[in-house]
């Protein structure tokens, strides 16, 4: 029998690094020493509290049954208490906060929980490919919003056409920003919530980096902003400021209808994350904050190192404030796909095409921080040398 696939599985463009993963095994078939710079997925390991907390709590009866959908009380208790010292925003736990499996499956749920077929969505470009996959799984279409660097990598929202705006159910935006390493201030927050009410579009934050800046830089959650709960939603996760990348958790904050559809949805597909796991996800938001400067300080070590090598080696690079990524030109001559071939073939060293973020990605590659120092200082050794 020939399996017919769902439209929507047909929609899925190819893998978007397939190319590159193949040139990878081709490398270290060979035998090269492939250094991956591709991957945003922290290093270093969660902090053992958070582990010792999963191991208590697997072992205890009481957590092996179906957990609540929305999550714990105590999980969204503590959730509503880190946005409170963290941000000063202030969330009820039972109404404004729901549990997710990690921001990514937030990426669908919410499109299915807002979109119906036909509707647009407003999506960034370059950007985190889920806001475009979970619109299409939905029936939607997805409306591209260009980030240009001329514009601080944030979107015109004026320029979008305003028949398209009125037909538009969720705009989605992310700061700091994968992959430029862009951040948002008030001022476009403030626009963000006035386009928003004008056209009765529902705002979604997904902010897996509000805790990610540099130099005592603090990224704003979008909550923060007066008028934000009315018209939106930020989804948040455990997975980067704590390594927490494989635990699946994370959270949907905000407007209480949103959040309740969501949890419709979820009732109705997940069941939920492990109760074990939400136990162990307190420990790691009571963490103390010097943990997450602890963290910072090593990440901005390599940030400015790879900042360096790049200027030093004639490329053109922003000092991102904020987020894992180091966001920079190609050189003259080159897309982004035959330059990061090229980087491959030369230096053994894996750096991501820009246009895998879509169209105006192009031009662009991505170099992700979450790479061991002595594994990175070696990548921009052979960088240096690639490039002279
Ligand atoms: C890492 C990331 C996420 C969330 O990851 P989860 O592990 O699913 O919580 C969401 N959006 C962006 C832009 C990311 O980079």
């Known amino acids: 029998m020939k399996i017919k696939q769902s439209n929507r599985v ?10 590159i993963n193949r040139k990878i095994a081709d490398a270290k078939k060979k035998g090269v020493d492939v250094i991956s710079l591709g991957i945003g997925d922290p290093d270093m390991p969660t902090p053992a509290p958070v582990v010792e907390e999963l191991a208590r709590a697997a072992k205890d009866p009481k957590n092996h049954q179906y957990p609540d959908y929305e999550g714990m009380f105590a999980f969204r208790d503590a959730v509503s208490k880190w946005y409170k010292r963290r941000h000063g925003v202030i969330l009820d736990p039972d109404k404004e906060v729901l549990t997710l499996i990690g921001g990514k499956e937030g990426n669908l749920h919410i499109s299915l929980a807002l979109t119906n077929p036909g509707d647009y969505c407003l999506i960034p470009v370059p950007g985190y490919t889920p806001y475009r996959t979970s619109t299409v799984f939905c029936g939607g279409i997805p409306h591209e919003m260009p980030l240009l660097e001329k514009n601080n990598f944030l979107p015109e929202l004026s320029k979008i056409p305003g028949k398209i705006a009125k037909k538009s159910r969720i705009i989605f935006v992310n700061y700091p920003n994968n992959p430029t390493g862009a951040v948002a201030e008030l001022s476009f927050y403030k626009e963000l919530i006035d386009f928003a009410e004008d056209n009765n579009i529902v705002a979604c934050s997904d902010n897996p980096y509000s805790e990610i800046g540099y130099e005592g830089y603090k990224p704003l959650s979008f909550l923060e902003v007066p008028g934000a709960k009315e018209i ?9 400021p704590y390594n927490m990348t494989g635990w699946r958790i994370g959270m949907a904050v905000g407007n209480e209808e949103v959040v309740k559809a969501m949890g419709t949805i979820k009732n109705n597909t997940d069941s939920g994350v492990f109760n074990a796991v939400q136990l162990a996800a307190i420990k790691a938001m009571e963490l103390p904050d010097s943990f997450i400067e602890k963290q910072m300080s090593i990440y901005q070590k390599r940030r400015d190192l790879v900042h360096k090598t790049l200027t030093g080696a004639g490329l053109s690079c922003t000092k991102p404030k904020a987020a894992l990524y180091m966001w920079a030109k190609v050189p003259e001559g080159h897309t982004s796909a035959s330059f990061a071939t090229e980087m491959l073939e030369k230096a053994g060293v894996v750096i991501t095409p820009g246009a895998g973020y879509g169209k105006d990605g192009e031009g662009y590659f991505r170099i992700s921080l979450t790479v ?3 594994r990175l200082g070696e990548a921009m050794e052979r960088i240096k040398r690639a490039l002279r």
């Open 10 to 19: 047909k929609s899925v463009p190819p893998y978007m690094f397939a190319e």
């Open 232 to 240: 939106g939603v930020e989804l948040n996760s455990l997975s980067k």
């Open 372 to 374: 061991p120092d002595k």
